[in-house]
């Protein structure tokens, strides 16, 4: 168990990098997209493939930990809206992963991204995802200082059963 727990802080840490990087991605990008004039769109579907592969890695985060720590993955027609729920409550194995608020905030990122994986590119509005690229400077530092807040508590656990 103290492996998994080691290798969960460790993933978390490494795919905290990676969101990262698509997190100033898209802080980068959408001052470019209302200033083009030309392509525009393929600004606006850059920025909304960035915020979906942002939603989409955390949820594999929460995913994660909901299989492999809790061992209970919520199923049915709303089990990404019920996982989202889910990590952001303390279990009898382990605390909330990410605060409540954080989980209302992310609510709207993974409706996005299901606008995204469910409508042609063409149909998307500047105006939505100017809402979600505007939270991203507020939510990514707090969700970040709580995901390291879980992998610490997932080494400080690990630790614990060694001794």
Same mark, same amino acid.
């Given at each position: 168990?103290k492996q998994?727990?080691r290798e @969960?802080?460790?993933?978390i840490r490494?795919?905290l990098t990676?969101?990262?990087?698509?997190t100033q991605? =898209? =802080?980068?990008l959408w001052p !470019? !997209?209302?200033k083009?004039? +030309?392509?525009?769109? !393929?600004?606006v579907?850059?920025v909304? @493939?960035?915020?979906? &592969?942002?939603y &989409?890695?955390l949820e594999?985060?929460f995913?994660l !930990?909901?299989?492999r =720590? $809790?061992?209970?993955l919520? &199923?049915?027609e709303?089990w990404?809206?019920?996982? @989202?729920?889910f990590?952001s409550?303390?279990?009898?194995a382990?605390p909330a992963i =990410?605060s409540r608020?954080?989980?209302l905030q992310? $609510?709207?990122?993974?409706?996005?991204?299901? +606008?995204?994986?469910?409508v042609?590119?063409?149909?998307?509005?500047?105006?939505k995802?100017g809402?979600?690229?505007?939270?991203l400077p507020n939510l990514?530092?707090?969700?970040k200082?709580? +995901?390291?807040?879980f992998?610490?508590? @997932?080494?400080?656990?690990a630790n614990?059963l060694?001794?």
């Amino acid at each position: 168990m103290k492996q998994l727990y080691r290798e @969960l802080a460790h993933r978390i840490r490494g795919e905290l990098t990676d969101l990262e990087r698509i997190t100033q991605r =898209i =802080i980068y990008l959408w001052p !470019v !997209v209302k200033k083009a004039t +030309l392509d525009q769109d !393929v600004y606006v579907e850059s920025v909304a @493939l960035n915020l979906h &592969s942002f939603y &989409s890695g955390l949820e594999r985060l929460f995913e994660l !930990v909901a299989k492999r =720590i $809790d061992r209970n993955l919520p &199923s049915g027609e709303t089990w990404h809206r019920d996982l @989202l729920a889910f990590i952001s409550q303390p279990t009898e194995a382990r605390p909330a992963i =990410i605060s409540r608020e954080s989980a209302l905030q992310l $609510d709207e990122f993974l409706r996005f991204r299901h +606008l995204v994986r469910n409508v042609y590119t063409t149909n998307l509005k500047g105006e939505k995802i100017g809402g979600l690229v505007a939270t991203l400077p507020n939510l990514w530092p707090h969700l970040k200082t709580e +995901l390291l807040a879980f992998a610490n508590f @997932l080494e400080r656990v690990a630790n614990e059963l060694d001794n």
